[in-house]
């Protein structure tokens, strides 16, 4: 069964500090890996899309990386601001289908100040 | 450029009653989908559209219903509404398929009593 476990489910960190958040997933085959990042009270918003060829790709303070073979990606966050407090939720997108993704149930993570 | 707009926000709906729930895209974008998020749960697919006219059910269509007149409308309707519906729906819309390239709407909460 595909699905997509992240961990942990909460973190509560303090601002500045750096974290990494996890996502492992059983789904098969494989097309690509998304990181959302989702504000309270709004829809997902994008931060990062990896292939299966992709080992790390960056945005500005987020940093994901890949490992395919392990089927495991992790999300780093550095020097965090208070703005980062939202749930990142960890994306896979199937390649047998073009419209189904499978969604994690995300990592609410608060930066306290 | 607004994106993707959802209305209403907010929703209070007795048993048994129906509403339909607006959705609005102004990217010319071609694929279409509604998902609801349940708390610690990820998105679930219910229906989508990949133009005017064409729509098919996702994960979890039952209890719904939707059109596709336009390109920019996709409406999803609910007919005699029940508790398990009480969620939050997104709306999202997307240039092409597999994941990539999706623009979510703020969400709809529903609470149905």
């Known amino acids: 069964k595909n699905q997509v476990e992240q961990s942990p489910q909460s973190l509560i960190i303090l601002e500045g500090k750096n974290c990494t958040l996890q996502?492992?997933?059983?789904?098969?085959?494989?097309?690509?890996l998304r990181w959302y990042k989702q504000d309270t009270g709004r829809g997902p918003v994008s931060l990062t899309i990896?292939?299966?060829s992709e080992n790390t790709k960056s945005n500005g303070r987020y940093t994901a990386t890949l490992d395919a073979d392990t089927k495991q990606s992790s999300l780093h966050i550095t020097a965090s601001q208070l703005s980062d407090s939202a749930s990142y939720i960890c994306v896979v997108s199937p390649s047998d289908s073009n419209y189904q993704l499978i969604w994690g149930a995300g990592t609410k993570l608060i930066i306290k100040p | 450029n607004a994106g993707v707009t959802q209305t209403p926000k907010f929703r209070i709906l007795k048993i048994g009653q129906s509403m339909t729930l607006q959705c609005t895209q102004d990217m010319n974008h071609n694929y279409m989908y509604w998902y609801r998020q349940d708390p610690g749960m990820g998105l679930k697919l219910i229906y989508y559209s990949v133009g005017a006219g064409i729509t098919d059910k996702g994960e979890v269509p039952n209890g719904y219903n939707v059109s596709r007149s336009t390109t920019e409308d996709f409406p999803l309707r609910l007919e005699l509404a029940a508790p398990s519906q009480t969620s939050v729906y997104f709306c999202?819309?997307?240039?092409?398929?597999?994941?990539?390239?999706?623009?979510f709407g703020s969400g709809t909460r529903l609470t149905v009593v």
């Open positions: 990896m292939t299966f």
């Open positions: 999202a819309s997307s240039p092409s398929t597999g994941g990539r390239g999706y623009t």
């Open positions: 996502c492992n997933y059983t789904v098969s085959p494989f097309s690509n």
